[in-house]
């Protein structure tokens, strides 16, 4: 089937009709609706379905000839699988191509590389990971997180959404079992190699005037969690110079986030605030904000957010307000493995592509797998240059070009 095809088939699931931005968050029915697709993309190719202990999505092409591995794992000895993939869930308001886009690349890739009578010698798999984004439970990545066993089950299970729904809750309701989350071993033992294809979330193909890129390193980032606490008054009665206002402090964060990141030559971004209990006519008692943070290298990282820290205490003991600091999920610098990257910048140049290669300050599931198994990313053009927004673009044959680099890279990897 072509990319359009596959491709207009999930483009309406958890749309929003106002805005046009993507709600799919994880678990919720927008995303079970996204899990449904895949389940039936990959039947409708007699791909074996699993879910795994985590309730991240494979589809297995197992290579004709190998005995069944154990369980759903894929066929044949040793760590051989390549694994292609991406994820479903999305930002608030994010736009179609974050995530969906490998996903739906690669059962394109696949229905190519059949068309031209290929098969894999070695297991192929379509993987969607959860929670990628961290938009409901706060963690990115969390699916490749709990089955690498870098964030530990009971602290990911207790893990909770704005309305205090816990992660084990919404698994359970979605008819997942909580109680098995966890690192994966047989898993992870049998992948060979992960690639990621992605939307750029820049302009630099724009610039170079390419298609597609190859993913050279994620810079090191991280998401930090603010708690101002003051003290509960009203507007028009409580003089300026008893207040303790957290909506103050919190301003004051904001600034000095912008300010940090300039002196460092990184990025910090402030893009979610919670003010409780939220009267117009009253100082809020809570203001909750969340700090995004991501620099080229972990030094200076950790300058950058030290920094913003001493700001917050400064300013939270300025205007008599508690802070509470909570790290969400913090990320470590990724070097993609240059073995692989090299391999895929052959098998593309072999068919005539040409494909620059770039780092990137987006965190992905290729991340996170990249200290376990040789990963890898390929990029797709976005000439907006924007993402996690409605306005992420990619062209039709940018999209095109993209499932042909997936499949000469899959041509090389699986079926050789
Ligand atoms: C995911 O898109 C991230 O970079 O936060
Ligand atoms: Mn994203
Ligand atoms: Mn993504």
């Known amino acids: 089937m072509s990319f359009a095809a596959l491709w207009e088939g999930l483009l309406p ?19 079970v609706a996204c899990r449904s697709w895949f389940t039936r993309t990959a039947a409708e190719r007699g791909l074996r379905v699993d879910t795994d202990r985590n309730g991240n999505l494979w589809a297995w092409w197992d290579p004709p000839g190998l005995a069944p591995g154990p369980g759903s794992l894929p066929r ?20 179609p191509f974050d995530g969906p886009l490998g996903v739906v690349s690669a059962f394109a890739a696949i229905d190519l590389l059949r068309e031209r009578g290929l098969a ?10 959860c929670e990628e984004e961290g938009a409901r439970f706060g963690v990115a990545c969390l699916g490749s997180r709990l089955l690498t066993g870098v964030i530990d089950p009971a602290t990911a299970r207790a893990l909770t959404d704005a309305g205090g729904t816990t992660l084990a809750e919404a698994m359970a309701a979605a008819g997942q079992d909580p109680a098995r989350i966890g690192p994966d071993e047989d898993l992870l033992g049998r992948i060979g190699t992960y690639v990621e294809l992605h939307i750029e979330q820049g302009r630099a193909l724009a610039g170079l005037g390419a298609a597609i890129g190859v993913g050279e390193r994620i810079w090191p ?7 101002f606490t003051g003290r509960p008054d009203h507007a028009g009665t409580a003089t300026l110079g008893e207040r303790r206002d957290p909506m103050l402090a919190f301003a004051s964060v904001v600034l000095a986030a912008r300010q940090a990141a300039a002196d460092h030559h990184g990025l910090a971004t402030v893009g979610k605030v919670v003010a409780e209990p939220g009267a117009v006519n009253g100082v809020c008692a809570r203001v909750t904000a969340w700090l995004d943070a991501r620099c080229p290298d972990e030094q200076t990282l950790w300058t950058l957010v030290d920094q913003i820290l001493a700001a917050s205490r ?13 790290p969400e999920s913090v990320t470590p610098a990724v070097d993609f493995h240059p073995g692989l990257r090299a391999r895929l910048t052959a098998s593309l140049a072999a068919r005539g592509i040409h494909a620059p290669v770039l780092a990137t300050g987006a965190g ?9 198994v040789p990963a890898a990313m390929l990029f797709v053009r976005n000439p907006s240059g924007v993402s996690h927004s409605p306005a992420e673009h990619a062209e039709p044959a940018d999209c095109e070009a993209g499932v042909l680099a997936l499949a000469a890279v899959l041509e090389d990897l699986a079926c050789r």
């Open 13 to 31: 699931v958890g749309r929003d009709a106002l805005t046009g931005g993507y709600r799919r968050f994880s678990w919720t029915p927008a995303d």
């Open 76 to 95: 044949g000895p040793g760590p051989g699988a390549v694994v292609v993939g991406s994820h479903l869930d999305s930002v608030p308001d994010g736009g």
């Open 120 to 129: 894999p010698v070695r297991p192929l798999g379509v993987a969607a990971f």
């Open 221 to 227: 980032h991280g998401r930090w969690r603010l708690g």
């Open 314 to 326: 400064d300013v939270a003991g300025q205007h008599g307000v508690a802070l509470e600091v909570t």
């Open 364 to 372: 992905h599931d290729a991340g996170v797998l990249a200290a376990r």
